[in-house]
């Protein structure tokens, strides 16, 4: 495994097709810590045993910034000696088993990097994905490692009251000097990245729940004194997931008690160390006056995912990092089912669909054709932190929804209980999961097809369906032809084909019906939909008895992560637009004729950049759409919402960031103008909603005010108009959630309106001491709208601010990260200042925390497609960060790859 190099050392590459089962086992672990903040002591007693399917060699243990005491082997003293950052024993017994004792110290305080045993706010916090354990104590810090946990913990009592580690609490009490103890014992082996400890002044919401199997089991939300009106929803959330997850799958919880413990200094979202989940505060925290509609969803969304990983994490993990999508990818998907499942509507179901899908291609599809573009399953790495990415997450969670829908949502249950039964306490494959689903269905297109279709494991970068129709009016038949390619990635210049689930259907262009699909030489009945299962580099299907000409709905549902080329007219869109029953493809229509007009008019003369881009027939549609009786209101707000900057800029081969700023802002101002009284209509018809609740109902409802608030303040931007500026300034006074008043606010501020600088004023005042609201008060000015280049001279105040504080993630993401990797129209500058800004917050973010640095780095990744100036200085900025001789792992992989030819 790899530490940190020195500034003349290159980094060592680590290989997938490297791997080697490990030299020992370690059986049992019993830790004892007298927590310090200065300095922690810690006294390590394993049991070992070589591995007899692997030579006799030395034991090679990690460690990263220990200070190593003392090393005993069955209570002696021994030789050892220590080899770039690993604590190497050779004199060990050939034959059974062999207890081993290392004593050491480390500094939490001192820890910046928030890896390993570090202190946040006075109390104390592990995180040890991936490779954090190393920095705690000496140990084989891989994944196929597990072991059987008993963990000690000592503290001053006063200090640190609340001592939690993984497991069952099995004895606790006081000692002497005002200290005290606790220790958990962990039924379930695991490996050592799943092991955490929490110490300090925290209070608790507890709930005592029933399982269906009878079980009883203790819940807990643990969160600083002052925070806990802020933890119902979570614990809602906690307790929803567990009727899920056994109602769903037949897994129910196997611990005593499961815990939840936030804090604010957090690399991460969460992190699902069994029993004792720990997670940002960000994914805790919420009540209607602190937490928008989207922090409430995304609280259910990452307590679902964490306790999720309970089965598919914990209790099978993973052989090597290489096969980390066996978990995330796994994860993902089940949380996406739960949150699709908790949706009372279709409707609903439909809305949660695409804006998965808008994360997959607006950040996913741009890293598959970028310079980290990677498989789901990646062959190599230098930095394993840089590899939990998109790809790995949302894509690895495309791969596993292909699979249920190749077998069937039965036939995944089933393939599940399978997998269970064959794996359960063990560290495996991403191709043992694929087997255990294709082999619970046998009959299934994916049993047949398995080989093939883990492809989409081995092959990096997004396919793209090249698709043309042929009707025959005569024969009443109608024929799409499909092409499969997919891009050069680094490493991998050819692909081979994938396996394509395509879910398809036909609309007719006069009658707007879906017409029913009947496929040529088959005597099945006809449906309005059909599953076109594509293996070859190309191919055909045929449908009879088509009695008009359709307009082909390609992809529903978004069956499978790919692009889909094909030459639809404006006509054809505006039909699916209307009448489309998939309602992924009718939202997919009004992005493709939005990113029409946008494109058009990046191609026209730059003397038109200001002119206006949507055509008459596209402002009619979209006006239909929002005064449309039945559709979702968060629907609604979707189809109106444009393409964003970077999204449109994926389109193209040349980006002039500038250039799609300025149009996609024509685009917004025209639509604003022109829809002006049906955006009047809108949120005078939804701005009323009752007592607050964060239902999917009421939070379209407010989705779709908001953004008809923004377009009408937009639109008295180019009037002059004062009444709609003065009602957002009011409505952000008067409103009791902080959904509809940060909508206010965000409208006043992204318009540029006078009334932003009291309102920005006045929210300060308001929630100066809750950290996460102030996160979105520093992001909303950092990422608001650019006119005329005011946004880094204000991003630059921000940063003096005396609330920012870069050693805090949370808020070093609410304000560096708004800015270089979520405002491009702000951030690439002609006079390449964004550029110097991004290179100075990497360096700096560097030298406290890497992990965040080399996630900031990642803004740049996309440089070679911008046109001059813009290319060259963003090149300059990389090479300077490249250039630091003592440049972290993490960002130096990242910059590499960029700059690589």
Same mark, same amino acid.
């Given at each position: 495994?790899?530490?940190?190099?020195?500034?003349?050392?290159?980094?060592?590459?680590?290989?997938?097709?490297?791997?080697?089962?490990?030299?020992?086992?370690?059986?049992?672990?019993?830790?004892?810590?007298?927590?310090?903040?200065?300095?922690?002591?810690?006294?390590?007693?394993?049991?070992?045993?070589?591995?007899?399917?692997?030579?006799?060699?030395?034991?090679?243990?990690?460690?990263?910034?220990?200070?190593?005491?003392?090393?005993?082997?069955?209570?002696?003293?021994?030789?050892?000696?220590?080899?770039?950052?690993?604590?190497?024993?050779?004199?060990?017994?050939?034959?059974?088993?062999?207890?081993?004792?290392?004593?050491?110290?480390?500094?939490?305080?001192?820890?910046?990097?928030?890896?390993?045993?570090?202190?946040?706010?006075?109390?104390?916090?592990?995180?040890?994905?991936?490779?954090?354990?190393?920095?705690?104590?000496?140990?084989?810090?891989?994944?196929?490692?597990?072991?059987?946990?008993?963990?000690?913990?000592?503290?001053?009592?006063?200090?640190?009251?609340?001592?939690?580690?993984?497991?069952?609490?099995?004895?606790?009490?006081?000692?002497?000097?005002?200290?005290?103890?606790?220790?958990?014992?962990?039924?379930?082996?695991?490996?050592?990245?799943?092991? !955490?400890?929490?110490?300090?002044?925290?209070?608790?919401?507890?709930?005592?729940?029933?399982?269906?199997?009878?079980?009883?089991?203790?819940?807990?939300?643990?969160?600083?004194?002052? @925070?806990?009106?802020?933890?119902?929803?979570?614990?809602?959330?906690?307790?929803?997931?567990?009727?899920?997850?056994?109602?769903?799958?037949?897994?129910?919880? @196997?611990?005593?008690?499961?815990?939840?413990?936030?804090?604010?200094?957090?690399?991460?979202?969460?992190?699902?160390?069994?029993?004792?989940?720990?997670?940002?505060?960000?994914?805790?925290?919420?009540?209607?006056?602190?937490?928008?509609?989207?922090?409430?969803?995304?609280?259910?969304?990452?307590?679902?995912?964490?306790?999720?990983?309970?089965?598919?994490?914990? /209790?099978?993990?993973?052989?090597?990092?290489?096969?980390?999508?066996?978990?995330?990818?796994?994860?993902?998907?089940?949380? =996406?089912?739960?949150?699709?499942?908790?949706?009372?509507?279709?409707?609903?179901?439909?809305?949660?669909?695409?804006?998965?899908?808008?994360?997959?291609?607006?950040?996913?599809?741009?890293?598959?054709?970028?310079?980290? !573009?990677?498989?789901?399953?990646?062959?190599?790495?230098?930095?394993?932190?840089?590899?939990?990415?998109?790809?790995?997450?949302?894509?690895?969670?495309?791969?596993? /929804?292909?699979?249920?829908?190749?077998?069937?949502?039965?036939?995944?249950?089933?393939?599940?209980?399978?997998?269970?039964?064959?794996?359960?306490?063990?560290?495996?494959?991403?191709?043992?999961?694929?087997? %255990?689903?294709?082999?619970?269905?046998?009959?299934?297109?994916?049993?047949?097809? $398995?080989?093939?279709?883990?492809?989409?494991?081995?092959?990096?970068?997004?396919?793209?369906?090249?698709?043309?129709?042929?009707?025959? %009016?005569?024969?009443?038949?109608?024929?799409?032809?499909?092409?499969?390619?997919?891009?050069?990635?680094?490493? =991998?210049?050819?692909?081979?084909?994938?396996?394509?689930?395509?879910?398809?259907?036909?609309?007719?262009?006069?009658?707007?019906?879906?017409?029913?699909?009947?496929?040529?030489?088959?005597?099945?009945?006809?449906?309005?939909?059909?599953?076109?299962?594509? +293996?070859?580099?190309?191919?055909?299907?045929?449908?009879?008895?088509?009695?008009?000409?359709?307009?082909?709905?390609?992809?529903?549902?978004?069956? #499978?992560?790919?692009?889909?080329?094909?030459?639809?007219?404006?006509?054809?869109?505006?039909?699916?637009?209307?009448?489309?029953?998939?309602?992924?493809?009718?939202?997919?229509?009004?992005?493709?004729?939005?990113?029409?007009?946008?494109?058009?008019?990046? !191609?026209?003369?730059?003397? +038109?950049?200001?002119?206006?881009?949507?055509?008459?027939?596209?402002?009619?549609?979209?006006?239909?759409?929002?005064?449309?009786?039945?559709?979702?209101?968060?629907?609604?707000?979707?189809?109106?919402?444009?393409?964003?900057?970077?999204?449109?800029?994926?389109?193209?081969?040349?980006?002039?960031?500038?250039?799609?700023?300025?149009?996609?802002?024509?685009?917004?101002?025209?639509?604003?103008?022109?829809?002006?009284?049906?955006?009047?209509?809108?949120?005078?018809?939804?701005?009323?909603?009752?007592?607050?609740?964060?239902? +999917?109902?009421?939070?379209?409802?407010?989705?779709?005010?908001?953004?008809?608030? *923004?377009?009408?303040?937009? %639109?008295? /931007?180019?009037?002059?108009?004062?009444?709609?500026?003065?009602?957002?300034?009011?409505?952000?006074?008067?409103?009791?959630?902080?959904?509809?008043?940060?909508?206010?606010?965000?409208?006043?501020?992204?318009?540029?309106?006078?009334?932003?600088?009291?309102?920005?004023?006045?929210?300060? *005042?308001?929630?100066?001491?809750?950290? $996460?609201?102030?996160?979105?008060?520093?992001?909303?000015?950092?990422?608001?709208? @650019?006119?005329?280049?005011?946004?880094?001279? #204000?991003?630059?105040?921000?940063?003096?601010?005396?609330?920012?504080?870069?050693?805090?993630?949370?808020?070093?993401?609410?304000?560096?990260?708004?800015?270089?990797?979520?405002?491009?129209?702000?951030?690439?500058?002609?006079?390449? #200042?964004?550029?110097?800004?991004?290179?100075?917050?990497?360096?700096?973010?560097?030298?406290?925390?890497? =992990?965040?640095?080399?996630?900031?780095?990642?803004?740049?990744?996309?440089?070679?497609?911008?046109?001059?100036?813009?290319?060259?200085?963003?090149?300059?900025?990389?090479?300077?960060?490249?250039?630091?001789?003592? $440049?972290?792992?993490?960002?130096?992989?990242?910059?590499?790859?960029?700059?690589?030819?």
């Amino acid at each position: 495994m790899l530490l940190l190099r020195d500034a003349n050392t290159p980094a060592a590459v680590i290989r997938r097709e490297d791997y080697s089962a490990p030299a020992f086992w370690i059986d049992t672990v019993h830790l004892s810590f007298d927590l310090d903040a200065a300095k922690t002591r810690v006294l390590n007693k394993m049991t070992l045993r070589r591995n007899p399917d692997v030579p006799a060699q030395a034991l090679r243990l990690d460690g990263d910034e220990l200070n190593l005491a003392r090393v005993l082997v069955n209570g002696a003293g021994t030789s050892f000696k220590l080899d770039a950052g690993q604590l190497v024993l050779e004199n060990l017994p050939l034959e059974g088993s062999f207890e081993l004792e290392i004593f050491t110290t480390c500094a939490p305080a001192k820890n910046t990097k928030l890896m390993g045993l570090y202190v946040s706010n006075d109390s104390f916090f592990t995180q040890c994905e991936a490779e954090g354990f190393r920095r705690i104590t000496y140990y084989l810090d891989r994944p196929d490692v597990m072991a059987s946990f008993t963990v000690t913990l000592r503290a001053d009592k006063a200090k640190y009251p609340v001592l939690l580690s993984n497991g069952n609490l099995t004895e606790q009490g006081d000692l002497e000097d005002g200290r005290h103890f606790a220790t958990w014992v962990d039924p379930h082996r695991k490996p050592c990245y799943l092991f !955490a400890l929490v110490a300090g002044q925290l209070v608790c919401r507890e709930q005592r729940i029933t399982a269906r199997n009878g079980r009883e089991h203790l819940l807990q939300v643990y969160v600083r004194p002052g @925070d806990m009106d802020k933890t119902e929803h979570a614990m809602a959330s906690l307790i929803n997931s567990v009727i899920w997850d056994e109602a769903r799958f037949g897994l129910a919880l @196997d611990l005593e008690r499961f815990m939840i413990v936030a804090t604010s200094d957090f690399n991460m979202g969460a992190m699902e160390n069994k029993g004792l989940n720990v997670f940002n505060t960000k994914y805790v925290l919420a009540n209607q006056a602190t937490a928008t509609d989207i922090d409430f969803a995304n609280i259910e969304s990452v307590v679902g995912h964490e306790y999720f990983h309970n089965w598919t994490g914990n /209790r099978i993990t993973c052989r090597d990092w290489f096969q980390l999508s066996l978990k995330e990818g796994l994860t993902v998907f089940r949380d =996406q089912e739960f949150s699709m499942d908790l949706c009372a509507e279709p409707s609903a179901r439909a809305v949660k669909r695409i804006e998965d899908v808008r994360v997959l291609r607006t950040n996913q599809f741009p890293e598959d054709a970028g310079p980290m !573009a990677h498989p789901v399953r990646p062959d190599s790495y230098i930095e394993i932190n840089n590899f939990y990415t998109v790809t790995i997450y949302e894509k690895g969670a495309e791969v596993v /929804r292909m699979m249920q829908t190749l077998v069937g949502r039965a036939g995944f249950a089933k393939g599940m209980t399978l997998y269970f039964a064959r794996h359960d306490g063990s560290a495996v494959t991403c191709d043992d999961f694929a087997q %255990a689903i294709a082999d619970a269905n046998p009959d299934s297109a994916l049993s047949k097809l $398995l080989p093939q279709f883990k492809r989409w494991y081995s092959q990096a970068g997004t396919p793209r369906l090249a698709t043309t129709t042929h009707y025959d %009016a005569a024969a009443q038949t109608c024929t799409l032809s499909f092409a499969q390619s997919c891009p050069a990635t680094p490493g =991998q210049e050819a692909k081979e084909p994938f396996v394509i689930p395509v879910s398809l259907g036909l609309v007719g262009a006069s009658s707007g019906a879906a017409l029913p699909l009947q496929l040529q030489g088959s005597s099945a009945a006809a449906s309005d939909s059909h599953l076109f299962v594509m +293996t070859q580099a190309a191919e055909s299907i045929t449908f009879e008895n088509v009695l008009e000409e359709p307009v082909p709905s390609i992809l529903r549902g978004f069956s #499978a992560p790919v692009i889909v080329d094909f030459e639809y007219t404006d006509a054809q869109l505006l039909t699916l637009l209307a009448n489309d029953p998939d309602p992924f493809n009718r939202w997919e229509a009004s992005q493709r004729l939005a990113l029409r007009c946008a494109i058009a008019s990046i !191609a026209a003369d730059a003397v +038109t950049t200001g002119t206006e881009g949507l055509d008459d027939a596209t402002i009619a549609a979209m006006r239909s759409v929002l005064r449309h009786p039945t559709l979702d209101a968060a629907f609604k707000e979707l189809v109106l919402t444009l393409p964003s900057e970077s999204y449109i800029a994926e389109q193209l081969d040349l980006v002039d960031p500038q250039r799609i700023h300025a149009v996609r802002e024509a685009m917004r101002e025209q639509l604003a103008s022109e829809l002006a009284a049906d955006w009047q209509w809108a949120y005078e018809a939804h701005c009323q909603n009752g007592g607050y609740r964060p239902d +999917t109902l009421s939070s379209g409802r407010r989705a779709l005010a908001g953004l008809a608030l *923004s377009m009408l303040c937009l %639109a008295a /931007r180019r009037s002059g108009d004062t009444v709609w500026p003065g009602k957002a300034y009011q409505r952000f006074k008067d409103a009791d959630n902080m959904t509809d008043r940060f909508n206010a606010l965000s409208a006043l501020v992204h318009t540029g309106h006078a009334l932003a600088t009291p309102a920005l004023a006045r929210f300060h *005042s308001l929630f100066k001491a809750e950290e $996460l609201v102030l996160d979105k008060w520093f992001a909303l000015q950092a990422g608001c709208t @650019d006119r005329g280049g005011q946004v880094l001279p #204000a991003v630059r105040q921000l940063l003096k601010h005396p609330d920012f504080n870069i050693r805090n993630p949370n808020r070093a993401r609410s304000v560096i990260f708004s800015y270089c990797s979520a405002n491009p129209g702000a951030f690439h500058r002609t006079d390449a #200042a964004g550029y110097v800004f991004w290179a100075d917050q990497v360096l700096a973010l560097d030298a406290i925390n890497p =992990q965040v640095a080399a996630r900031l780095a990642r803004a740049l990744d996309r440089w070679k497609k911008l046109v001059e100036p813009y290319r060259n200085a963003a090149c300059e900025a990389l090479k300077r960060v490249a250039a630091k001789s003592d $440049l972290s792992n993490d960002v130096r992989e990242v910059v590499s790859r960029a700059l690589a030819d």
